[in-house]
């Protein structure tokens, strides 16, 4: 039987993906790219805001036509938009299962219920709220170290989770209702998982949480855990992300100042420059603590690259909300930044507590005038690597080729990141996917570094 996979979301959902396909294949089934000759269609869903799911109802109504024609098609929706709708994207007449992002290990076994029968299947948390049981725990771990590979990922990379769920409730928030409590996995676990990719020719893990810096397992602290993984042979190149600003410890920062493999990017999303609006977000931090924060970052790790994320559009953001942002992102001097627009997510407090009164337009208008600000520091800062040659690890072949100067000859192109997670198009061959390479940059765009490998 033939699984045909789409995911949307964050790494955390790549990841679950991987698990879970690796786990379809050792049950015997096989991947297509098509969904015409799909047997199975998987798909991994994200909440985070309602363009997410919107995107994966619009698939859902594409599937229901094709079933038309081939009834005995199984759709599985699994994931955090999974838990949050459960039985409302159950009775859907395209769905035949729904999956919970804690309950990925049952995914083939409710396929395999599924197939030749009516009935629906449906696994998810009951109250997700409530801490998962030690058994089921014990399950995804399991499920975890066995399924993680670098296959149907990026060559010689592996994302590899530290941590489950979220605790923080910002106020805009979906996540802590969709992938529940914060649990810490145990870090003789991680680092067994983290081995056994580095045997298979893992050179670079990236280790996922929603607060990632927070994790903590029985006072055996994330830099604790940075400086045991840093010990792992093979693993060339340590990457995390996302970080919560409130909860640096500053032996994080010394721990990438001293250990060579550790990369030394930080994504710490700040979200407004407003402190009115950052306490109405629940973010308990000010945006002055917060540019002492990155001070403090850059001082101890002097070539720390830093991104950031901003909500625009909050309930009650003013202009002079909102030129707080324009200030801070200024600040920040990010690498990059993602700037979202606000969306209002049934369940959470903002929703509950605030109305969503800030105009589509005005919305439209501040992600445009953010956006651009950072394009320029983006742009000033990758023109700064112009004549510099840094080492990159080759992910594959770029979308696009490159063209001869007579505009006829194509050319593969690779491309690759940096340690600081820039990202570098150049010409060379397809074999050199998950090696890491020296590239001298000659050309830079907001986005992209270009050059030629040396
Ligand atoms: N755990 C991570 C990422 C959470 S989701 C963190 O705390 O940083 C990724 C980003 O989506 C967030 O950083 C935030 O900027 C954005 N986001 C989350 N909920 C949102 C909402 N309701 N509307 C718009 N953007 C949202
Ligand atoms: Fe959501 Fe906040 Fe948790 Fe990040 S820290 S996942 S933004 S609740
Ligand atoms: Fe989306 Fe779930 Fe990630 S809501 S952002 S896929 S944790």
Redesign the pocket.
Known sequence: MKIFVQT??????KLDTNLVVNSFLQAGFELTEQVGQADVVLI?????RNH?EERVLSLLGHLKHIKKTRPNIIVAVF???AQ?LKDDLLSREAVNIVCG?LQIPELVNLVNNAVGSIQKQSDTSGDIRQKPSQEQLQELDNFEQMYDSAENNLPAQAYVRVMHGCDKFCSYC??PY??GPEVSRAPEKIIAQIKKLAETGVKQVTLLG?TVNSYCYNGFSFADLLYEISKINGIEWIKFVTCYPKDFDERIFKTMADLPKICRYLHIPAQSGSDKILKAMNRHYTSSEYLDLLQKARQIVPDIVIAGDFIVGFPGETEEDFQKSVELIKMTQYKNCFIFKYSPRPGTKADDKLSDNIPMEVKKQRNTELLAIQEKISAEINKSFIGKTVKVLVEGTSKKSHLDETGKKEYPQLIGRTAGDYIVVFNGSADLAGRFVKVQIDRASALTLFGAMV
Do not use: L
């Not at 949307?8 to 959902?13: A, D, K, L, P």
């Not at 991994?44 to 985070?48: A, E, Q």
């Open positions: 949307y979301g964050c790494q955390m959902n991994n869903t994200c909440s985070v997410a994931g955090c938009m949050r992002p979906v996540v969709v992938r929603q």
